[in-house]
């Protein structure tokens, strides 16, 4: 009984073979197995299919030499999508001209705001998705990710808190705050 078929192994037995024997092949399979998650989610941050193939192919790169530190806390597809999301904003705030693209002055203008009504989702729903759009490129990368997180990838607030290593409400706040921008960015346009 030699021959195993690593295809049907979990995630994290597959990362402990991989980390044991630093198998370039083994690696292969959870590339095969994440590479379209990783993809679509540097898309998010690029919105250009070569610049997201490149930082997928980057975020593997990283992934094969940092695959030690997962300690097996949470699930692999947590912990990669927490890795992906930290290594796409961090590649965003390295480049000072995709900076200047997803943040705009418009965020000098945004001040705490005890006045501002409480932002229900349902207020986020009727926004019309092209106008929606130009708000979430306006406001900083790190808040529209939170809120992709929830709405696009329909996370729950666990599943926030557990990719971003934050608290529940650190994670309420948040999107309180970046739903609260979306809002004040839409309706400026």
């Excluded at 092949?25 to 994440?34: C, E, S």
Aim: charged share 35%.
């Amino acid at each position: 009984m030699k021959s195993l078929d690593i295809t049907k192994l979990s995630d994290e037995e597959l990362v402990s073979k991989i980390v044991e024997k630093n198998d370039t092949h083994l690696f292969a399979v959870l590339y095969d197995r994440y590479a379209p998650v990783v993809y679509n989610k540097c898309y998010g941050f690029s919105k250009n299919k070569e610049e997201a193939q490149d930082l997928t192919h980057d975020v593997f790169i990283q992934l094969f030499v940092k695959l030690r530190s997962f300690k097996g806390r949470s699930k692999f597809s947590t912990w990669l999508y927490s890795f992906t999301y930290n290594f796409c904003v961090n590649y965003v705030q390295r480049n000072k001209e995709k900076k200047k693209e997803k943040v705009t002055v418009v965020t000098d203008q945004i001040k705490e705001d005890g006045n501002v009504d409480e932002i229900d989702d349902s207020t986020l729903f009727e926004l019309k998705s092209d106008k929606l759009a130009k708000a979430l490129e306006i406001i900083p990368v790190a808040e529209k990710m939170i809120l992709l997180m929830k709405y696009q990838d329909d996370m729950s607030i666990k599943e926030i808190s557990l990719a971003l290593d934050l608290g529940d409400s650190a994670v309420k706040m948040r999107l309180k705050r970046a739903k609260e921008k979306v809002v004040k960015a839409y309706n400026e346009l």
